[in-house]
């Protein structure tokens, strides 16, 4: 059998000979002296193409390509297409077969050479290297034109001895693959310094390279006194940086690991940078693209709030009630917002769906398994069985394996990667609408709310990525594991089916009943987050009235209610797991147990196949309960965000004015300013004019005392540069309230304000003492230089002399 297999293998009427008539044998030539250098020639090229980098310092490498490169690597492609010629001619015009062992020189030929040419295109940017390469590669090289050379030989006797092997193509080819190395290896003598241009990196104030100036990679190592390890990969994305096997097998964290492993991640500064797509810049600025909307209806809602303001003016007998109608009216269909899940879907919705194309693809290739284990063990039965379709069985096996733990790592990575964008919008979008609402509607949303949102609920709603593919993907894996069942063990696969759907709607339950218990306990965490706040910032007249035993019971009292949903979460997490591992024992027992009574005989390969099924069942059946709780989580958490994040936003644009008076710095006539927006004063006042049957005018209902909400109206303010002004006013009179106004903190109601320079901004500073925990004199210098002549004339102007004089 075996020297039939060599025959068949090796082809032109031969077997694996050594030698023969002076010569070495066909196949051992090919096998033996051709195929090993141009497998290590692979090797060597896939290993130096993934240590390229052509990014430095954040700024891309551009380096000039010699004729020389250009030549060798020409020389590259056309050895690459030379053993596809060879087989082409040989086939299609000399009509002469060839053999398996010549299949596989072509195509190992083919593999090697095009991996070289990526290499020779990537040497420019193997800075550590010279132009010609690293040695390594030239001594496997060399050994390539030894290789060919023997082979060259062998042609050439059977040329002269008219050997019916004798192949024109094969002649003609083995001339043109010869001069073309032999030009490669010409090109190898050139030595020549990389160039760079000059702009390489970004400005710096340490170095100014003139533009005549060659820069070269040795420049480039002692550039600006920086430390050649700093010059290299820790400076890089990486990621983006590498290939595509250096991706599929992540040996780009490898340096990142090595470095770890000396001792050298310290900090943040020493990890690997990340890829632009995680930016979170470009990030942040991608889904606010998206919720764009806010702008544009906030805007528009202003507009028609402002002509309505006008038209009530100006109609003093009109109908109130009318008015708010229209008001409400027009404000829903204003503010009608794109929902929160909708903006994600559009911003990231592509990528994250096409992940599970890769989901798909390793669960099938999962499947194939079993299936290629029931083929091996029947083989193992069979002792008729051909001895090669048992490699076929075990390499199959072997290579379904290896590429579904490649797609599922893949897949795992990249989903991963999109929940980091997600959370990155979510927390950079929470954080923006904190600063672009103003306090009053923020005002219901307390700190531990807002960190929560940021936190939380933010990991929930990321828990979601992977929660969604496990939806649809384990049923998937179910069906198809219980159909492979009924081929393997027929009708009996029912009795396992019957008490896996009986699980269902108990599995169903618990979910929803630890749903429930989540958000419950979400409240009552978000109650004691509120309520430690208070405690701390209140902290000294808690500590002055001796409350600590009021607020600790009433810290214990709400941690005991979110304990309390949190222990019924888990004992509900605890029933679950008992099912989970419970279930596939049971099935696999009620399966086997049902098909012996109907008379069927349990063979090796039958029990074989379905334990492995039975495995297989085991991550679905107990994964997909606690993917039901992580979307409800994921549900009732994007909810809570969303509700935050339709607050109204502040439109500065339209709150302030043109400024128009160059006498002054700060302008307001005629302002009307309420901590409520006109809606809701104005739905008030009808009330209140419902009850009293009266009509009034809306201006006077604005600045009405029997109001709910207070008003500043009519407020003419003209405020000069450098002039010092003050306000003053009983307790309660609006004193602060117009420095919110100011700051656009309240609602404008009417009139105009402006602001000189507006678009620089302005600043506030508020009675608020703001000490560090240090002596009197470095809080005043604040870490500056002392001088004595400044530090006494600050002491002056606080009016501190008196104080230093009593207290020290």
């Not at 295109?121 to 030239?138: A, D, F, I, K, M």
């Not at 070269?216 to 983006?240: I, P, R």
């Not at 902290?539 to 009235?545: D, E, G, S, T």
């Not at 109204?648 to 006539?669: G, N, W």
Request: with cysteine; glycine share 6%.
């Amino acid at each position: 059998m075996e020297k039939w297999y060599w025959h068949q293998f090796c082809g032109h009427n031969e077997d694996f000979t050594t030698w023969s008539n002076n010569d070495f044998g066909h196949c051992f030539e090919e096998c033996v002296i051709i195929l090993p250098p141009l497998v290590l020639l692979a090797i060597l090229s896939s290993y130096y193409i993934a240590r390229r980098q052509v990014r430095l310092a954040d700024s891309d490498l551009y380096v000039v390509w010699f004729w020389f490169m250009k030549i060798r690597f020409v020389c590259t492609v056309f050895l690459l297409l030379a053993p596809v010629v060879q087989v082409l001619f040989t086939l299609f015009l000399l009509k002469i077969s060839l053999s398996v062992a010549d299949y596989v020189v072509c195509g190992v030929s083919v593999f090697t050479w095009g991996l070289h040419a990526i290499y020779i295109w990537n040497l420019q940017y193997l800075h550590t290297v010279p132009l010609r390469g690293p040695t390594s590669v030239v001594v496997v090289f060399l050994l390539t034109v030894v290789s060919l050379a023997v082979h060259m030989h062998s042609v050439i006797l059977q040329h002269i001895d008219y050997s019916v092997n004798r192949n024109a193509a094969e002649e003609y080819a083995i001339y043109i693959k010869l001069g073309l190395e032999l030009i490669y290896l010409l090109t190898l003598f050139p030595s020549k310094t990389r160039h760079y241009r000059t702009d390489l990196f970004f400005g710096s104030i340490n170095y100014d390279t003139p533009d005549t100036e060659q820069i070269t990679w040795e420049h480039v190592h002692s550039y600006g006194g920086t430390d050649q390890s700093v010059m290299t990969a820790e400076l890089l994305e990486a990621e983006s940086t590498s290939n595509i096997f250096s991706k599929l097998s992540f040996y780009w964290l490898n340096h990142m690991f090595k470095k770890g492993l000396n001792g050298g991640l310290n900090n943040a500064t020493d990890l690997l940078r990340l890829p632009k797509r995680l930016n979170s810049v470009s990030i942040e600025q991608k889904f606010q693209y998206v919720l764009s909307w806010n702008t544009d209806d906030h805007r528009d809602l202003e507009n028609n709030m402002t002509q309505s303001s006008r038209e009530q003016n100006s109609t003093l007998n009109h109908d109130p009630t009318i008015q708010i109608i229209d008001h409400v009216q027009r404000r829903k269909k204003v503010t009608k917002q794109k929902s929160l899940l909708k903006c994600l879907n559009s911003a990231f919705g592509c990528e994250y769906y096409c992940l599970g194309i890769l989901k798909l693809i390793a669960d099938a290739l999962g499947f194939a398994g079993p299936v290629l284990l029931n083929m091996l063990v029947s083989y193992i039965e069979n002792k008729n069985e051909h001895q090669n379709h048992g490699y076929m069985f075990a390499g199959g096996l072997m290579a379904t394996t290896f590429l579904c733990t490649v797609f599922s790592t893949q897949f795992d990575y990249h989903v991963s990667v999109v929940g980091l964008k997600i959370r990155c919008a979510l927390i950079t979008t929470v954080y923006q609408k904190i600063l672009s609402v103003s306090t009053v509607h923020i005002a219901k949303y307390d700190t531990g709310q807002i960190v929560n949102f940021m936190s939380t609920d933010t990991n929930r709603i990321v828990n979601f990525c992977p929660s969604f593919h496990a939806f649809w993907s384990l049923p998937f894996q179910v069906s198809v594991s219980l159909y492979l069942l009924h081929q393997q063990v027929g009708m009996a696969f029912l009795a396992g089916l019957t008490f896996a759907i009986i699980l269902i709607p108990i599995n169903r339950q618990l979910a929803i009943k630890i749903g429930d218990l989540s958000k419950k306990m979400m409240g009552e965490k978000d109650s004691r987050v509120k309520l430690m706040n208070e405690v701390l910032s209140g902290i000294r007249v808690v500590k002055f009235y001796s409350w600590e035993q009021h607020f600790k019971e009433e810290i214990n009292l709400v941690r005991d209610k979110e304990l309390n949903n949190l222990k019924g979460q888990k004992y509900l997490d605890a029933l679950c797991v008992y099912f989970w591992a419970t279930t596939p024992v049971l099935i696999s027992i009620l399966t086997f147990t049902t098909y012996s009574l109907l008379g069927h005989t349990l063979t090796a390969a039958k029990v074989f196949t379905s334990l492995s099924l039975f495995i297989m069942l085991i991550g679905p059946l107990n994964a997909f309960p606690w993917v039901i709780n992580g979307l409800m989580e994921s549900w009732v958490s994007l909810k809570r965000v969303e509700e935050f994040l339709k607050l109204e936003q502040l439109d500065l644009a339209s709150y302030y004015s043109p400024h128009l008076d160059i006498t002054s710095s700060i302008r307001v006539d005629k302002g009307v300013f309420s901590w409520k927006s006109q809606i809701n004063i104005s739905a008030s006042n009808s009330r209140l004019l419902r009850q009293t049957n009266s009509t009034v005018s809306s201006e006077s209902n604005i600045s009405s005392v029997a109001c709910p909400t207070l008003v500043l109206s009519d407020i003419n303010l003209h405020i000069r540069k450098g002039q010092l002004l003050g306000i003053i006013g009983k307790v309660g009179s609006g004193k602060s309230s117009l420095l919110h106004a100011l700051q656009a903190e309240m609602q404008k109601q009417g009139g105009r304000i402006s602001f000189e320079n507006i678009e620089l901004g302005f600043s506030l500073a508020t009675q608020e003492p703001w000490l560090q925990h240090a002596t009197v004199r470095d809080n005043i210098l604040f870490g500056q230089r002392y001088q004595t002549g400044k530090y006494d004339a600050v002491i002056q102007a606080c009016a501190l002399s008196e104080d230093f004089k009593v207290n020290i």
